[in-house]
């Protein structure tokens, strides 16, 4: 059986791949060169933290900031910005949707999105954002 953290990864990845059923999906892979008609996302497993540590049963709390890169292109008949922001906007109505990850997690939130142009010379417009969703969440063994 996965480990918490694992399992909680797992959790945020198949609640990306829902609200966005028509992206290219990644983890913990680099930029593709080429980004894809539908846009794509690639979530890195990111940092846990230092644990808040309880006693009785001990138990290590964790707030998991989770890297999302989330880019888009234009199209001809919408901006590359438009077609970012409505991307941003399903995955936050996702998390809004399920606070808990089905019960992997005691919150899940997502911060707010810095975005930058990826566009090069001669290839065509598209926009990246920048977005952390923090799953806070407990285990009884920081390894399992």
Partial sequence: MPSKREQVLQGVSVLLKAALPKAAHFRNEVKPEAIPANGFVNMDDGDPGEPEVTLNPTTWIYEHAIPVDVAALKSRTVSAELRLDAMLQAIGAAVAADRTLGGLCDYLMVQAATTEPLTAE??????????EIVAVYGTTDPLN
């Fill in 122 to 131: 001669g290839a065509a417009v598209s926009r990246l954002a920048l977005v």
